[in-house]
């Protein structure tokens, strides 16, 4: 039986409601199928490591020990330059004992140490044994030699790939547990089996699972990859309920172009790394490549209602390069004081020749699970900056229902999209659109008809951000979002409404010489309610503002847009544009080269405008509005009722 903790992350990703404006992208269908078979070069057959192996790779000394361990005294140190075989022997070492590496080996035996004991890390290998009082390690940094442990480099069988995995797991452990803090991989190719086909317990059983209180240092030459799979859920690395831990450099594979698929399904959840429920860790300046799933997940032990539940805290991820993940580059389910500073994110969810991508497909995806009433997993404290998103398959970052998030800094191809979410923050981001998936820069909240009372979108900014080239500058959802001092450059519109109320959009620069492009106005909208709309700059081809069927139904009677003390350009000479609509204001706005058209407009207020080409049109039954204090000539059809003009100046 699937365990809850499968459940759930299946549940994490079924259709959201919460941003109707990117549902259809977030859950279009996923095809699974594998262009064409995957060809494996021939795998290495699994072959014992010999103690003669060990020392001919290892280093050029051969010469033979002339002395013997067995004689070795209290007190004493011993340099090993030589080969000393302990031909299958147990040697009893006496105590306060030191043995020092220095260029040679033991192997092939047992030394049973005494106490206060210490040898050298480097003389450590697959082929001896350490018996009794564990010694110390004469340094706290070891350094891995795969060869000298029985890493088997290449392509192989799936045998020795889980041999592989449980000689590098196994040496993390022993060198742990003789004082090691630091240990360090450079040269090494090799797979790593962690998966199992009867599957007995979680992933992070069959991962490589590094201990508390531990650095892991790899180098540009180190690389880990998984072992080719038919198996859906699984972790290369796990870091779970451990602290203080370190994984710094080298190279990890998922296997998604050589993966087997045929078993159906989405065969999503094959991550290279996962943490889990773990604290005080940071994963630095590693490349993550063609991962199943998730280059990175970031989850939970146990859920929110468990006695045992922990949730990841004060982790970060810096400086790490994430290529072609088939899920997310990276997914944050559950955690808290998260910092995601100074990554690259590359084509995270595209088809390759061999494999599809698999929803959602986003670079940095917050989804914790919430459903019925029950939040499984809390998500808050995140900061993500100073990373470099492009080409993802359907969007950039996206947060949904994570708490107190912050993206500043990035560098973007793709959406940012936050929704059902509070205290969040998009600031001093720079999109610019390769004109390739994203039809918007930044999606700001969510279609939430549930209102207020129910602790789901509020109190979020938007700041800073300066956004080139794409149809779209910024949407603007329900509710409580301030949209401000944001540059909108060549946008087909710079700020588009959808439902929305109790928000403000001020101080925006948006400036446009695309053909048809509009500045500030609202689509697919039935209410827009106390929003502000102040001090922006607009210069645009077309409508500098344009509001169009909005707050028309019963339920809307008394909604009010306000539109005032903005600085309106239209290079093309169009009038800003009001039809269908009830409830706003429009005044104290200067139009350089433009005037206002209404249209079936009712309930507002035009007041105290500046209309570079004097024109205020009223047509096609307004009512109810008060048009004074323009500098503007006021043309009514006569299908109009209850128009008041007062002091407007028509010269």
Known sequence: MP??????????????????????????????ELFEEPILEEPIEETPVTPEDIIDTVNPITAPCDFDLANAEINSTIVINCVMDLEGKTINIPDNVTIVYEGGSIVNGTLNFSSESIISGDLLNSSLTLGGAKPLLKDPTFN????????????????????????????????KSLGVSTFIIDAMDAYFKVDDENFKGYAYTYAINPPSNFTLKMSENTHLRTQPTNFSNYALISVRDVENVVIDGGNLYGERDEHDYS??????????????????????????????????IIDNIGHTYDSFYTYTDNLLIQNNKIIRSRRNGISIVEGKNIVIDGNELVDTGITTSKSSGAAPMWAIDIEPVWENGIKYQIVEYVTIKNNIERGSEKGGFINARGWYITYENNTMENTIAIGETVGSIVRNNIFKNPGKNSNVAIAAGMNDPLGYGNERNYDNEVYGNTITGFPKGIELQ?????????TMIDCGRGIDLLNTRDSKVRDNTITSTVTGSDGIGNHVTSYINNVDIFNNT???????????????????????ISIRDNDLTSTGNHNSNFAKIRGFDFKNNICHNSGIYLIEASSANVLNNTFGNKQIKVSQNCMDITIKDNIGCVTDDTTSTNIITLSNTCN
Request: aromatic share 8%; charged share 20%.
């Open 478 to 486: 329900d509710p409580g979002i301030d949209l401000h001092h944001n």
């Open 538 to 560: 607009i210069n645009v081809q077309r409508v500098p503002i344009r509001f169009y069927e909005v707050n028309r139904s019963a339920a809307n009677i008394g909604y009010n």
């Open 3 to 32: 365990s809850k903790n499968l459940k759930l992350m299946k549940m994490m990703f079924k259709p959201m409601y919460l941003l109707f404006f990117i549902i259809i992208s977030i859950t279009s269908c996923n095809n699974e």
């Open 263 to 296: 078993s159906g399904g989405s065969h999503e959840f094959g991550m290279c790394l996962t943490v889990s429920g773990s604290k005080d860790v940071t994963i630095k300046n590693m490349t993550i490549t063609d991962a199943l799933g998730d280059g990175i």
């Open 144 to 175: 891995f030699n795969p060869k000298r442990w029985g890493i088997v480099e290449g392509v192989v069988s799936d045998a020795v790939a889980l041999r592989n995995r449980d000689i590098l797991e196994g040496s993390f452990e022993l060198v």
